[in-house]
């Protein structure tokens, strides 16, 4: 009998359509899942002329293989990867390969990683992006391991991947061990930015306007023109499922779907990872913490009835002043996103040895996955540039945004705020980059002497009034002193 060139394990939606999707690219692939039902529906229902070969034991799965195997996980992420991995390795020879395609957690897979090598077996771990659709019809796919096993698949990945304008496979070599898992968490933080943010737009619109989501529906359209530099899958989605009316009533779908935003949690293990890199993300974070307030439903009814709603007169808000307002403080709202999630990416590459290509990264984002976008294009430029900037924010054409749109941005805050909108995004976005382009944070001078004052931590200083660098000591680092508070007098001291 025919050996199948490749195995994949977890028929799920997303497992049944990336078998049908890599036997159309020509591959013989055998499938198994621990629930045998599962294989027997899809064996009758979906692959009866196929080059599909269902499997009804690990063993009859394992021989079906052609050598080194290569087997594809796509079981649900966590301990179920671990017991399956367990199971599978008995029957495997050295040198065939395992491939965790679920949203696993990084460090399990750096883990995993280690432990198979040590036993002789090759493993990737890939992020896969673009839900049931890409699946079956081209995903963007985040793959990281050794990389004599990404050569193992790279035909396989190349031809099942998404493809973007240029015709370019949506997949490259990410790095070793948890790099294709890290990169494909932080695509994901990314993703619940990009989101909040088109949401808070659409609440300032409700509120500050006045409009129906179907006026708003009919704006965000307008944005997904193919030149315009916010167009882009979740422009697309948000404007398509806000037309969509309420099944037989007048009134729309969006209106009557409840305010909670729920997760999964590779958005909180972006967070988690920037707060252990000392990275700030306070978009991403802002999101994150949005979704968790939605979750708190109970709570925001009963305290909403105590706590005063808050909204600013009425002012005169011209309606496609705000609308051309909102236009570009959300794109640069973005790039202050998309440059957190990168210079996150730019950490990690340090700290875990990702040796990461944010070039090949942003590139293999334009197509298959949730945030792909014409913005994207741009980036992958800005990298191919110059690929150790130090922030997306101040590549030149992406400077040229900040300087135009920050006053943008800035009076949108001010509309949603005076309409009684929170928009936690905006808010995150425009004050990184005000940080970012302060040279001396007076915030951060007033914590360091409260710190001195009351602990005995100590400060640096800087070299005078007018001169915002540091005093150096004679080793060339940052000088240290004390002020003596409780003396008379309260003496300063030179600590370093
Ligand atoms: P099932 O059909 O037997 O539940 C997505 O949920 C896929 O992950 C399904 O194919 C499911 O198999 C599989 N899955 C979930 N938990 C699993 C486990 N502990 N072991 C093996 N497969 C598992």
Redesign the pocket.
């Known amino acids: 009998m025919q050996k199948s060139q490749i195995g994949l394990?977890?028929?799920?939606?997303?497992?049944q359509n990336l078998a049908l999707n890599m036997e159309d690219k020509g591959y013989f692939v055998s499938v198994y899942?621990?629930?045998a039902?599962?294989t027997e529906k899809f064996a009758q229902d979906k692959i009866q002329d196929k080059k599909i070969q269902p499997t009804y034991s690990l063993e009859e799965f394992v021989d079906s293989l052609e050598r080194p195997r290569k087997v594809i996980l796509?079981?649900?992420a966590g301990?179920?990867?671990d017991?399956?991995i367990e199971?599978i390795i008995p029957l495997m020879d050295k040198g065939d390969l395992i491939i965790d395609s679920?949203n696993s957690f990084f460090k399990d897979t750096i883990r995993r990683n280690q432990y198979l090598e040590g036993k002789g077996f090759l493993f990737i771990g890939t992020g896969i992006s673009g839900g049931e659709e890409g699946a079956l019809k081209g995903p963007a796919m985040m793959p990281g391991g050794q990389k004599e096993a990404y050569n193992l698949v790279q035909d396989l990945f190349e031809k099942i991947s998404a493809k973007a304008l240029d015709n370019k496979p949506c997949v490259s070599y990410i790095g070793p061990h948890g790099a294709g898992h890290y990169v494909k968490m932080i695509h994901n933080g990314i993703e619940y930015g990009d989101m909040q943010l088109i949401g808070e737009c659409v609440w300032t619109f409700k509120k500050a306007l006045g409009l129906t989501s179907e006026e708003i529906a009919e704006i965000i359209e307008k944005w997904n023109n193919e030149d315009d530099v916010l167009s882009s899958y979740l422009i697309e989605i948000t404007a398509e499922s806000m037309k969509e009316k309420d099944k037989g009533k007048n009134n729309s779908l969006v209106d009557l779907v409840a305010d909670i935003t729920r997760m999964k949690g590779t958005g909180t293990w972006t967070v988690q990872s920037a707060l252990e890199l000392l990275v700030p993300i306070p978009t991403i974070t802002a999101a994150v913490f949005s979704r968790e307030m939605s979750q708190d439903k109970d709570l925001r009814l009963q305290l909403s009835k105590k706590i005063p709603s808050y909204r600013e007169i009425n002012k005169d808000i011209n309606r496609e002043e705000l609308v051309g307002i909102a236009h570009d403080a959300l794109y640069l709202a973005k790039l202050s996103s998309y440059a957190q999630g990168m210079a996150l990416l730019q950490a990690a590459s340090e700290k875990y040895n990702f040796n990461l290509n944010l070039k090949n990264i942003v590139e293999g984002w334009r197509a298959g996955c949730i945030i792909r976008a014409q913005f994207l294009d741009e980036i992958t430029k800005v990298y191919q540039d110059n690929p150790k900037l130090l922030s997306l924010l101040v590549a030149p054409r992406f400077l040229d945004v900040v300087k135009n749109n920050l006053s943008k941005l800035a009076q949108f805050i001010g509309i949603a705020h005076s309409a009684g909108v929170p928009i936690p995004t905006m808010d995150g976005s425009f004050d990184y980059i005000l940080q970012l382009g302060s040279p001396t944070m007076v915030s951060a001078q007033v914590t360091a002497i409260q710190r001195d004052f009351f602990g005995a931590h100590g400060y640096f200083k800087l070299k005078d009034m007018d001169n915002p660098e540091m005093i150096l000591n004679k080793d060339k680092q940052w000088k240290e002193f004390h002020t003596q508070w409780m003396l008379p007098g309260r003496p300063e001291e030179e600590w370093s």
Do not use: I, P
């Not at 394990?9 to 497992?15: N, S």
């Open positions: 394990v977890g028929l799920g939606v997303m497992g899942n621990r629930t039902s599962k796509l079981v649900k301990q179920a990867v017991d399956f199971k679920g």
